[in-house]
């Protein structure tokens, strides 16, 4: 019984994380480099609505919308103000960029603590549960399951059915396929990370409701995002579902056996032995 | 007026030079053939008229207004497509998703649906392999798909990168009707071959490149009987 609930526990928590990754691997899609800045957003998103949920009393739900504007904003100039200024030399790009994600990421954090302070902070945000039997389900855990697959199935579809959405794709997939049919290159990397950004921002919205946040802890959810995309394949989106389940279910069950602590390595231990065992990602392919 | 001239052009990668003087002409509706060794610089060539490649120097001007150094969506805009080397399809999308990004620039945006069907209709292949990603095809029907790819946009002048490459003879024929067939409806083609015999009786004029530079014109058959190119890259001794 207690190991059906731990799985239960697990899957909806890898629905937020899923949703999470979504962000960060069409951000690695258009641009080819990890954001670590990507976990801050998170939780900015996460502690902004924290702070109107106890300032204001507003639902994080209704906020949505203006984390998701927010965080689309947000991302579309860091990409086109910084990101895209760096040199283009074929050689450093990467690193540069990697490293502007990295001070990226200091900045947020520390603008984080300086606007909202230290404290972790919690949205007392439907508390209760529904009692199936045995099993119990939290019900903000249930909320925030459901809205993550809402948003992840609406922005797939977006990106499946609009012209934007192929160019992401497309970008991705074949950089010099995508130019060669004329697609502006630099401005679907704009958009995407714009997008990308945006569902950072969702998903710390459905953060605030579920855990203690305070915005030093980025690097948590940074972590995180990229253990899924790293189990299900860089660039792979089906695979980051499966691999977001896999790291929910192993951090529920390691909390559990473990202790909270302990199971905070969860990601780290997974990465690793994905990265030794299958290097592509369990549905990725290697790389041509 | 050419459809395309390329004058003097230079480009290259980071501080390594491929191309030193690149010039040629194509004529509207004729298919020009490009020639040259390993690494001479063709596809370079390519790259830098569509705006993947950035050249350094020269000119190129297309329908009579110069596209060197334009973005590549700008050159497709104005009616030029490459059907790259290695076919560089979207393996990951289906065949259908793959023409529709072919179908990018703002020209050929509405009336996708009916440009998807004159595809099919004219690839006959294609019709039942449109829900199938495009990286589990074989290299033949990708190349179909990365030459339909590039039509989606309707071009007068379609530069094709090496169209032949890893296929077997058979369907290298097919490929090498496909060109003609494509040619036929008016646009202008710039191939660049290693099967150099089946190309130049295809092409009517050719262009020799050695080291990023080109050494050598004419018509095809006058290229075609040249003792030079007969050693170099026909394979006859002589
Ligand atoms: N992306 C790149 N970065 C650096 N150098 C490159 C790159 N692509 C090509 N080169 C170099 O530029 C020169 C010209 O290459 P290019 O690909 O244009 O030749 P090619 O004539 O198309 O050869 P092939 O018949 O092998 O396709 C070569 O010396 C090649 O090594
Ligand atoms: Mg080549």
């Given at each position: 019984?207690?190991?059906?609930q731990?799985?239960i526990?697990g899957?909806?928590?890898?629905?937020?994380?899923?949703?999470s990754?979504?962000?960060?691997?069409?951000?690695?899609?258009?641009m080819r480099v990890v954001?670590?800045?990507h976990?801050d957003?998170?939780?900015?998103?996460a502690v902004?609505?924290?702070?109107?949920?106890?300032?204001?009393?507003?639902n994080p739900?209704?906020?949505l919308?203006?984390t998701?504007v927010f965080?689309f904003v947000a991302?579309?100039?860091v990409?086109?103000f910084?990101?895209?200024r760096?040199?283009r030399?074929?050689?450093s790009?990467?690193?540069?960029s990697?490293?502007?994600?990295?001070?990226l990421?200091?900045?947020?954090?520390g603008g984080?603590l300086a606007?909202?302070?230290?404290?972790f902070v919690s949205?007392?945000f439907l508390?209760g549960?529904y009692q199936?039997?045995p099993i119990?389900?939290?019900q903000?855990r249930l909320?925030?399951?459901?809205?993550a697959l809402?948003?992840?199935?609406?922005?797939?579809?977006?990106?499946?059915s609009?012209?934007l959405?192929?160019?992401?794709?497309a970008t991705?997939?074949?950089?010099?396929?995508?130019?060669?049919c004329?697609?502006?290159?630099?401005?679907?990397r704009?958009l995407?990370?714009?997008?990308?950004?945006?569902?950072?921002?969702?998903?710390?919205?459905l953060?605030?409701?579920?855990?203690n946040?305070n915005?030093?802890?980025?690097v948590?959810y940074?972590?995180?995002a990229f253990?899924?995309?790293v189990?299900?394949?860089l660039?792979n989106y089906?695979?980051?579902?499966?691999?977001a389940?896999?790291?929910g279910?192993?951090?529920s069950?390691?909390?559990?056996?473990?202790?909270?602590?302990l199971?905070e390595a969860?990601?780290?231990?997974?990465?690793?032995?994905?990265?030794?065992l299958?290097?592509?990602g369990l549905?990725g392919?290697r790389?041509? | 007026?050419s459809?395309?001239?390329?004058?003097?052009l230079?480009a290259?990668y980071g501080?390594f030079?491929a191309?030193?003087g690149?010039?040629?002409a194509v004529?509207p509706?004729?298919?020009?053939?490009?020639?040259g060794?390993?690494g001479a610089?063709?596809?370079?060539?390519?790259k830098?008229i569509?705006?993947?490649?950035?050249p350094?120097g020269?000119?190129?001007?297309?329908?009579g207004?110069h596209?060197e150094?334009?973005?590549p969506g700008e050159?497709?805009?104005r009616?030029v497509a490459l059907?790259p080397?290695?076919?560089n399809?979207?393996?990951?999308?289906t065949?259908?998703?793959n023409?529709?990004v072919?179908?990018?620039p703002?020209?050929?945006?509405?009336?996708?649906?009916?440009?998807l069907r004159?595809?099919y209709?004219?690839f006959p292949?294609?019709?039942p392999?449109?829900?199938r990603?495009?990286?589990s095809?074989?290299?033949?029907?990708?190349?179909?798909?990365?030459?339909?790819?590039?039509?989606?946009?309707?071009?007068?002048?379609l530069?094709m990168?090496?169209p032949s490459?890893?296929?077997?003879p058979?369907?290298?024929l097919?490929?090498f009707?496909?060109?003609?067939?494509i040619?036929?409806?008016?646009?202008a083609?710039v191939?660049v071959?290693?099967?150099?015999v089946?190309?130049?009786?295809?092409a009517s004029?050719?262009?020799?490149?050695?080291?990023?530079?080109t050494?050598?014109?004419?018509a095809a058959?006058?290229?075609?009987?040249n003792?030079d190119?007969?050693?170099?890259?026909l394979?006859?001794?002589?």
């Amino acid at each position: 019984m207690i190991a059906l609930q731990l799985a239960i526990n697990g899957i909806l928590l890898g629905g937020v994380l899923a949703l999470s990754a979504l962000g960060f691997n069409i951000i690695f899609g258009v641009m080819r480099v990890v954001n670590l800045a990507h976990g801050d957003f998170v939780v900015l998103a996460a502690v902004l609505c924290a702070y109107a949920f106890t300032q204001f009393g507003i639902n994080p739900l209704l906020l949505l919308p203006v984390t998701i504007v927010f965080g689309f904003v947000a991302g579309a100039l860091v990409h086109r103000f910084l990101l895209r200024r760096l040199p283009r030399e074929i050689a450093s790009a990467e690193a540069s960029s990697l490293t502007l994600t990295f001070g990226l990421s200091y900045f947020l954090a520390g603008g984080g603590l300086a606007l909202f302070g230290g404290s972790f902070v919690s949205v007392p945000f439907l508390t209760g549960a529904y009692q199936l039997g045995p099993i119990s389900i939290p019900q903000a855990r249930l909320l925030a399951f459901v809205a993550a697959l809402v948003l992840s199935v609406g922005f797939a579809i977006l990106l499946r059915s609009t012209l934007l959405g192929r160019a992401i794709r497309a970008t991705s997939q074949h950089l010099e396929g995508a130019l060669a049919c004329g697609i502006d290159v630099d401005r679907v990397r704009t958009l995407g990370f714009a997008t990308g950004t945006a569902i950072a921002c969702a998903a710390g919205t459905l953060v605030s409701f579920l855990f203690n946040v305070n915005a030093q802890q980025g690097v948590l959810y940074t972590v995180n995002a990229f253990a899924v995309v790293v189990i299900g394949g860089l660039g792979n989106y089906t695979g980051a579902v499966l691999g977001a389940l896999i790291l929910g279910l192993t951090e529920s069950f390691s909390s559990y056996l473990l202790g909270a602590t302990l199971a905070e390595a969860a990601p780290y231990f997974l990465f690793i032995l994905v990265l030794l065992l299958a290097p592509a990602g369990l549905l990725g392919k290697r790389a041509a | 007026m050419s459809l395309l001239a390329v004058d003097d052009l230079q480009a290259g990668y980071g501080d390594f030079k491929a191309l030193h003087g690149v010039s040629f002409a194509v004529e509207p509706g004729e298919i020009v053939c490009v020639i040259g060794a390993n690494g001479a610089g063709k596809s370079t060539t390519l790259k830098s008229i569509i705006g993947i490649v950035r050249p350094t120097g020269g000119t190129v001007i297309f329908d009579g207004e110069h596209i060197e150094g334009r973005a590549p969506g700008e050159v497709v805009e104005r009616g030029v497509a490459l059907v790259p080397e290695g076919r560089n399809l979207f393996a990951g999308m289906t065949v259908e998703e793959n023409l529709m990004v072919g179908a990018h620039p703002k020209r050929v945006r509405r009336g996708v649906a009916r440009r998807l069907r004159e595809s099919y209709d004219r690839f006959p292949l294609l019709g039942p392999l449109r829900g199938r990603r495009a990286g589990s095809l074989s290299g033949g029907q990708q190349q179909i798909v990365a030459i339909a790819r590039a039509l989606m946009s309707e071009p007068r002048l379609l530069l094709m990168d090496e169209p032949s490459l890893g296929l077997a003879p058979k369907i290298t024929l097919e490929i090498f009707d496909l060109v003609r067939a494509i040619n036929r409806d008016g646009v202008a083609v710039v191939l660049v071959e290693q099967n150099v015999v089946q190309a130049l009786e295809l092409a009517s004029r050719a262009y020799v490149l050695t080291e990023g530079k080109t050494v050598m014109e004419g018509a095809a058959a006058t290229i075609r009987g040249n003792a030079d190119v007969k050693r170099r890259f026909l394979g006859e001794v002589l």
